[in-house]
């Protein structure tokens, strides 16, 4: 059996008993008796250094969150076979009825780095396929910019993609049509905390 006295999730699990339980107790407590209700999916990347709930200063309840390498979205395509982002967009849009959905990229994301450098041969079984959904659309970036602004511009284009992608799930292309939901592309600097948002603007710009 392991020995979890030590660990670094045992000690943060303590901390989150000693310093913030006690204040949130009961607004937890409300949420498991009437569930959540999130304002909000955002799809993000897994990298550890990008964690929606910090940048926003979420509360427990307000977001949904779809984490994957390189904050993909695949096109709409009910195939019967295993879909694990589709499944929770599904989920958060008919079931929880979120009011926004947000792509957030990131700087220096190491899915985005293997779009364009391609990926390590350890990672074939399920990175390699993942990620060459989005390469083709980084490959025509790399032929439209400088190889100073490619990482940067290939980030933001992966968001592109997946909005567009969002767009092809019918029921989400209906409720964006109606009002009912707003799609935001943005992206995250890991070394200065900045937000930049998708505009009608080129290039990303800075949240308003």
């Not at 025509?140 to 909005?163: G, K, Y």
Request: contains cysteine; aromatic residues 6%.
């Amino acid at each position: 059996m392991c020995d979890h006295h030590d660990d670094e999730l045992t000690a943060g699990y303590h901390r989150f008993r000693a310093d913030h339980w006690p204040e949130a107790r009961a607004e937890y407590e409300t949420l498991a008796e009437k569930g959540q209700k999130p304002h909000t999916l955002i799809v993000a990347c897994s990298d550890s250094r990008a964690d929606p709930a910090l940048i926003f200063d979420a509360k427990p309840g307000e977001l949904f969150v779809v984490r994957n390498v390189a904050n993909l979205v695949p096109p709409y395509e009910p195939d019967g076979k295993l879909h694990g982002v589709s499944a929770a967009l599904e989920f958060g849009v008919k079931v929880l009825g979120v009011k926004r959905i947000v792509v957030m990229g990131h700087a220096h994301c190491g899915g985005v780095n293997a779009m364009i450098n391609g990926a390590p041969d350890v990672v074939a079984d399920f990175v390699g396929p993942w990620i060459a959904q989005g390469a083709p659309v980084v490959q025509h970036v790399a032929e439209t910019v400088a190889p100073d602004q490619l990482e940067r511009a290939a980030e933001e284009a992966i968001v592109r993609l997946s909005i567009r992608n969002l767009r092809t799930f019918p029921w989400i292309a209906e409720r964006e049509a109606s009002g009912a939901l707003r799609l935001s592309g943005l992206h995250f600097g890991i070394a200065d905390g900045v937000l930049t948002a998708l505009t009608d603007a080129p290039r990303f710009e800075p949240l308003a």
